[in-house]
């Protein structure tokens, strides 16, 4: 069992800044992904930013929306993954969710945190 627990959203006007934390405890497992998603009202859940593991190397992606604005950084000594977001749009404003997936004792598992809300003003 993963534990995953989010930090660091809140208001801010538009053009401002973020950071959002995720802070994992519980289980060691293989990784596979582990990143951000978003829910803006009324649409679907988006990627925001990930670590993928190819061939156990971490490649970093990010959704189209928030290339060049948003910065997703890993901390291993204290199991955080962080995403700094700047020159924050209205558009950016959403639940924000923590993610992982991977491989616990071959079985192939995921999680998600609770939830970060980020509300951003024009």
């Known amino acids: 069992q993963v534990q995953l627990d989010e930090s660091g959203g809140g208001l801010v006007q538009a053009g401002g800044s973020l950071r959002l934390s995720c802070a994992a405890s519980?289980?060691?497992?293989?990784?596979?992904?582990v990143g951000w998603y978003c829910q803006a009202p009324g649409k679907d859940s988006e990627m925001v930013a990930r670590?993928?593991?190819?061939?156990?190397?971490?490649?970093?992606e990010y959704g189209e929306f928030v290339k060049g604005r948003f910065t997703i950084s890993r901390d291993n000594a204290e199991n955080t993954v962080n995403l700094q977001m700047n020159s924050l749009k209205p558009e950016d404003t959403g639940v924000y969710s923590c993610?992982?997936?991977?491989?616990?004792?071959?079985?192939?598992?995921?999680?998600w945190g609770q939830g970060t809300q980020v509300t951003v003003s024009s």
């Open positions: 993610y992982v997936d991977g491989w616990l004792g071959g079985v192939y598992r995921y999680y």
């Open positions: 519980g289980s060691t497992f293989r990784l596979n992904t």
């Open positions: 670590f993928r593991n190819v061939s156990n190397v971490l490649i970093t």
